[in-house]
């Protein structure tokens, strides 16, 4: 499919670039996207919570009545996890949430979610950035010329530029990241995908 490359400014130049069909065009498969989302965001858990069960309550052990002829119901020691000041029952512990995914299924899901973007006019081409220093108004600039400026942007660079990555680091709504870096959860939780012309390829060598 074809589609028209903007320039810095914001204007539609009269280059187009061939985004591939084996990428930008297939079927989209909602599964692998489901569950390379889910390894995303269950990778990012830290797992650290922590209760403190029975046996980490600081406390007497004593038996705090007899057992039986009081009436009422057995009562063993202070830390027990029915009465107040108690430890957990069964609470959180430390854990991993990592799990592991084929690469194969990894690379469908980043398909299937460019897939859908692509369907849905979501994507667009951008020349390669030249900034001679970090200058967040001028990246602002960019943005208000693709009329861009009020929508969550993820901005997919050939290569690793310090420059453009300083000037939208204050932007609460825009991400750059590079060609090799992105992933499925970073295309689908942004409204617009703006693509460096110099990644296309790197996209399609990655994913091919």
């Known amino acids: 499919m074809e589609v028209t490359v903007f320039n810095s400014q914001g204007k539609a130049t009269s280059k187009k670039v061939t985004l591939s069909d084996t990428i930008f065009g297939i079927e989209p498969n909602d599964h692998a996207i489901y569950l390379d989302v889910k390894q995303h965001l269950a990778n990012r858990r830290q797992g650290t919570h922590k209760a403190k069960e029975r046996a980490e309550i600081a406390g007497s052990s004593r038996k705090i009545k007899k057992q039986k002829g009081t009436g009422g119901a057995r009562v063993g020691n202070i830390k027990s996890g029915t009465r107040v000041g108690g430890g957990r029952i069964f609470g959180p512990r ?13 690379r469908l899901a980043r398909k299937s979610a460019f897939a859908y973007k692509l369907k849905s006019e979501d994507i667009m081409v951008l020349e390669d950035l030249v900034m001679d220093a970090p200058k967040t108004q001028d990246f602002k600039a960019l943005l208000a010329g693709l009329k861009l400026e009020n929508e969550k942007v993820l901005l997919i660079l050939g290569s690793q530029n310090d420059n453009v990555y ?43």
Do not use: G, M, Q
């Open 94 to 106: 430390p854990r991993n949430y990592h799990f592991k995914l084929n690469v194969k299924l990894k």
């Open 166 to 208: 300083w000037s939208s680091r204050n932007l609460n709504r825009i991400k750059v990241v590079t060609a090799d870096s992105f992933n499925t959860y970073d295309v689908l939780n942004a409204r617009k995908i703006v693509i460096a012309e110099s990644s296309i390829e790197v996209i399609e060598k990655i994913l091919n």
